[in-house]
């Protein structure tokens, strides 16, 4: 029997029988069965076809009974499985069972082709996908069974590489050497400024008649002077000259391949270079080199000391403690206010839902404003409403008074979101569910200079400036989604995806060839999360483009009709209806491309080994038909949190009903009610990837991804509501948390768990976004967000955004002590729950009213052991009392009872 094939074998790629079966049109050798003689009618044709449909010559399909595939140990599942799918089967067994069962056996209707087969073995292969209502393929042809035995190895194509990125020469600031002064010697310089005059004459002066009249030398009412030239054929001429110089760089087109090769195992040997022994012997009896070594062994053997007992090369300057070197030593932990924005047209008794910081320019802040109206009174003023504005506001710290940019919105915008990798890119999302998308670019220099908005009215004529350019100017959204096919409520949450990778509209993650921010990810609380790509469709579809106005960019002018690209729905199981998400988390973030790593990593270890890591159908995630590379080791979960409190662990990936075969989203893995309101935040730790921050209610907890026993920290309830958290960009054991009655809670877990280190009042109304930002090194700012407009910028002290030495660690031991803590938990609650259902079983026995229990095979196993070594220590103790066995021996080894 050959080494049996893997299940990946069967795919049209790798398996032989596959492949071959899958070419049907191809002309039979003489090996195929002859269908009778010419009287044979149609009908006789058509049910011989059965065997070879979609067969190559040679190969022929056939459907085995239970009873057949016992006699000759193939045995679907058992005997031969999906990835062990052919086995070689003796001619002489099947001709005997032909013999026996003549008609009715199963290989009957191929008699004369297995009759005809020349070798002595029949390769049967199993059929796992059961086409034609056959479930084996049966080979009769040499050149089909060798390449059955022995397939072709076909290794993966490599990768694609991407041509080397064109990046600019920079250019260098002017070094003066001192040619300039030769230069502008030898330049020819006027003395004085050039004598330009315009003559203009008139018609009326040009054509009319002169009259001359004699006047006396002392009337200079009309004197002329005439000035006549010393020659007579004196000439002016002008001559104009227009030259140009253009300076261009030299271009020049060159490229490199870098061709990888498989690794190699090498070795040098080197020979010691030896000396003569007369040499050797001169050497060793100078006087001087012993007067050395002599001199020389007391102090090499005092710097090996000092080398074993201290360490030269430690920095002393990092061991050194300061003041605030101990967690919770002494310091000014307060924020300090650092600034404050508000707009007394646009902000005024609105409030701040949504608070985000540039990705790059430092000192820009965003804010959302909607009205500060409940689900009534927004119903009440509904006229009002559509009237005001809704805005987004982007401030600059150069300018406390006037914001930068106006971002206009259709509606309340509730939640919006920066692109990383093109931050001129702005997602937002609506109170009616619509997604909005705008294009700052072509204002980005507005942004940039701190003088943005040319205040300066000397910049213009008197009487003739324009007002408006010294306006904020209001962008209009480049692109809006469909309002039918998007949410049916407020998107409270939105977010990008990373750039190194993106779905499918199967929800199957690929690897990102542009590593750009192209998908969005947004919820709402109609039971939804939706999946939104931003890029262009199919340039052969006919589409119709946006209209729109004038100064709006055309960068999303293809999204007419912009639709979402993947929905994920939220079923709940239990009464009460279903989850209604606020807050979202993936565990991949931007820049962390751990995940494609390691899949490089393994693609290497496939190229070694090609029999390594082959795909198995039905067992993980497909691959992907357009040429992208699937990750088939991305974390497809989300954690949502809901506004009933709920925590909910769900896979974005759809799966087929097996009712209705359609692609619906799975059930949830896991959920559970985990605070007593809506939930606010769920953030993640920039330090732990699988750490999550959820807030909301009157509380807040922190947990672990997957592990679900319960939070690994979890606080009182408060007095006052919980709107916002946000964790330390720099220490990884410091949050904040925001609450309603305008105070903010810092935290610290290496100072205290139970209580904040530090409670402080912002402003007297109702906090709402809090959002924190690396500004510098030395300077990290807390932006936060109230209900009356405002947006408050707060500075982190010195002793909450410098990291304590060994706080990583610290942090760490504690999440994993939690860890264990919880998983302990969950042992002794399962351990539990046996031992009730136990005792409940024994009373049942006891009362007469339970079945007697059936032992396991686990429990008959350790009964059996504990038996044996009980019977070895019997034995032991007999051998010794005949005298066959000493009191010293070794005891006879026992079983290990678990």
Known sequence: MSKPTSRSSQKPTSNSASRLS??????????APKLGSKQNTKKSLHQFDEYTIDCPAGLYRLFLASGTQAAFNLRSDEDITQEDNYRSVPKQAILDDMTNKQALSDFSPLRKQIEDFTEDEIIVVYDYEFQHDKNFYICLSPALKEFILNPPLILPPEPQREPPKYVPPVSKPWVSMGSEKKIDEANFKDTRPLVKSDLKI?????????????????????????IQPFESNFETKMVEIDTAVQAAPFLSDSSAQTIWRYPKNASTQYEPRLMESKECEKILANEDLKDFITTSIPELESALEQNVIFNAFENDWELLGDEMSSIGGPGDMHLKEYQSFSDIHNSKNKIVTCVQWHPELKGIVAMSLAENYTLYERLDNMSKTVITPSLILIWS????????????????????????SDPNIIAGGCINGQVVLWDIGPWEERIKNPRGDHRDKDLFIP????????????IRYCALSSLESGHNAPITDIFWLPDHFEIDRLGFPTESKEDKNCQLMTAASDNQILFWDTRSKTLNQKRKDLDLPMNVPQTFKHLSNWRPLLKVTLPCSDPGGDFAPTKISISERQGDKSTIELEDKLEIEKREDGNKGQFVSGVGKPSSGKGSR?????????????????FVYVDWIPQKDADTNKLTTSKAEWYQSILDGPITAMKRSPFFKDILLIAGGTGFQIWKEKIFSGALLQTKSFSKRVCDAEWSPTRPGVFFIAKSDGSVDIWDLLDRTHVPILTQSISIHKLTFISCKIVASNQQLIAIGDSMGT????????SLRRIVSGEFQAVKSYLTRESDRREYVKQRWDFREEEKRELERQAALKAGLGPPHIPTEDEITFRLRGEYNEYLHFEAAILRELGLKDEDDDQPPAVAVN
Request: proline share 6%; glycine share 2%.
């Open 463 to 474: 009487k003739f400036e324009d007002e408006s350019f010294f306006q904020t100017p209001r």
């Open 397 to 420: 710290f150069f300018d406390p008074i006037q914001p930068k940019l106006l971002l206009e919105a259709p509606d309340d915008i509730f939640s919006f979101a920066f692109s990383i």
């Open 202 to 226: 008139s018609k009326f002066h040009l054509f009319r008649e002169a009259k001359f009249k004699d006047i006396e030398s002392d009337d200079k009412k009309d004197w002329n002077v005439s």
């Open 22 to 31: 899958s070419n049907s049109a191809k002309p039979r050798d003489s090996s």
């Open 791 to 798: 947006l408050h910028i707060m500075e982190v002290p010195w």
């Open 630 to 646: 699937l990750l088939q080791h991305l974390n497809t979960r989300i954690s949502i949190g809901t506004e009933d409190g709920q």
